[in-house]
């Protein structure tokens, strides 16, 4: 329809939103629906920072702030820089968006012209090349391997740069991959960087908390310090402190990027709400120890999950150093047959069969630029877990192998 503008002619829309959808309709059928889709952990937001809510509500803080957040969370985020990254920002190096969505829109939006390139390892978090695309750049995507662990290696960043572009995105731990770059990994990527003054980096390191096995979280401005002045580090509260549904994200970087990112927001939504970002102040200055709690839990996740899937048949994965997902790859179940009679071809077909015959929801890895792969996320109870891999189990189990008839599989075949 031409009333629709143009560039939303390559946008696709969220594919893990679509599969939540999804799942709430055949669970509201009636059906048994395990939704591994979503990207948010399951613990309830802490007390003390749903206290501090309240108590904005109560103080009437509850009117307009500065676009780029409240003097207290501006500062709040900039001595959490100091604090865990060792970076200094001053608070208006900081802004504070609905999201950490929001700040990546806002970045693309306040530097892209057309045809500006921004280089994205795959697997890659769905909404970068969709932003970048809506802001109209052109997404370069760097494929990754599970050899190299998903990372990009610095030979195949130099690649991928050319004079146009303006961006290189990190993201570390990854979504879907939970890939997470060590000190000395982002220091060879910086050597690149460095031999290459026209590129900024855009790190978003949403993730930062969810590391497991004493993996320590390094952010590059912080081990490359020649990049701070053209590095835009992104961070939020969403996935640290289970705050999804507050909305709050933060940046900080060059005062003139923070500026210009702060325009684009005081054109389109303003401020962050007040009372969420009162909320985030308590949970950045808060205790923090809770978090070695849950970390403790999704790493024990982690390892239940891993490997339960590679006990199925056709499925492999390894165990990722950071954030909530396994990145697993359904190769071995390419070419094979559903009981009903449908051959499993792509990963897709692979997702869409454990959904409408198994009641399971993962994401298929072609969403994240990768196949034959999908993603589940691991922020769930053990006992939900647990079923949920039995279920993908037995759904492998009962696939017909006809690449190769003579081959039966114990348990498989219906009569
Ligand atoms: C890699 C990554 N970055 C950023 C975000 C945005 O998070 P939010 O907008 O909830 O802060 C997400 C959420 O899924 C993500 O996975």
Not at 82 to 93: A, G, I, V
Not at 108 to 123: H, K, S
Not at 315 to 331: D, H, N, Q, R
Request: charged share 25%.
């Amino acid at each position: 329809m031409d009333f629709i503008a143009k560039r939303l002619e390559k946008i696709k829309p969220s594919a893990t939103l679509a599969l939540a959808a999804k799942a709430a309709e055949l669970k509201a059928q009636g059906r048994d629906v395990i939704g591994l889709a979503v990207g948010e952990p399951d613990f309830d937001t802490p007390d003390h920072i749903k206290a501090a809510a309240k108590k904005a509500m109560d103080e009437g803080k509850t009117k307009y702030t500065p676009v780029p957040g409240t003097p207290e969370l501006r500062k709040a985020v900039a001595e959490k820089f100091k604090r865990e990254n060792h970076l200094t920002y001053t608070p208006d190096q900081v802004i504070v968006g609905t999201g950490g969505k929001q700040v990546l829109y806002n970045a693309f939006m306040a530097t892209l012209n057309p045809g500006d390139e921004v280089v994205i390892a795959a697997p890659y978090w769905l909404s970068y090349p969709e932003m970048v695309m809506l802001c109209e750049g052109k997404p370069v995507i760097v494929p990754t391997t599970p050899e190299s662990g998903f990372k990009m290696s610095p030979a195949s960043l130099e690649k991928a740069i050319t004079p146009n572009t303006k961006w290189v995105v990190i993201n570390s731990p990854s979504n879907p991959t939970g890939a997470a770059y060590t000190a000395a990994e982002l220091k060879a990527l910086g050597e690149v960087l460095k031999k290459n003054p026209h590129v900024w980096v855009l790190t978003d390191d949403i993730y930062e908390h969810l590391v497991y096995d004493k993996f320590k979280f390094s952010t590059i401005a912080e081990v490359v310090p020649e990049l701070f002045n053209r590095t835009l580090t992104v961070n939020g509260v969403s996935k640290a402190y289970a705050m999804t549904g507050w909305r709050i994200g933060y940046a900080a970087g060059p005062t003139d990027l923070i500026k210009a990112m702060s325009k684009v927001q005081g054109q389109s939504t303003s401020n962050a709400s007040s009372i969420s970002q009162a909320a985030a102040v308590a949970a950045l200055n808060g205790d923090q120890k809770f978090l070695d709690e849950w970390r403790d839990k999704f790493q024990e996740r982690r390892d239940l999950v891993v490997s339960l899937l590679n006990k199925a048949d056709g499925l492999k994965c390894t165990a990722p150093e950071g954030a909530f997902y396994v990145f697993a790859s359904c190769e071995g179940v390419i070419g094979k047959t559903t009981p009903e009679g449908k051959v499993i071809q792509t990963d897709t077909d692979f997702a869409t069969y454990l959904l409408e015959k198994h009641d399971v929801v993962v994401v298929q890895g072609v969403e994240f630029g990768l196949s034959p792969y999908f993603r589940v996320s691991y922020a769930l109870s053990k006992e939900t877990l647990t079923k949920a891999c039995e279920r993908i189990q037995k759904a492998c189990r009962e696939l017909v192998d006809t690449r190769q008839p003579q081959v039966k599989k114990s348990g498989g075949m219906k009569p």
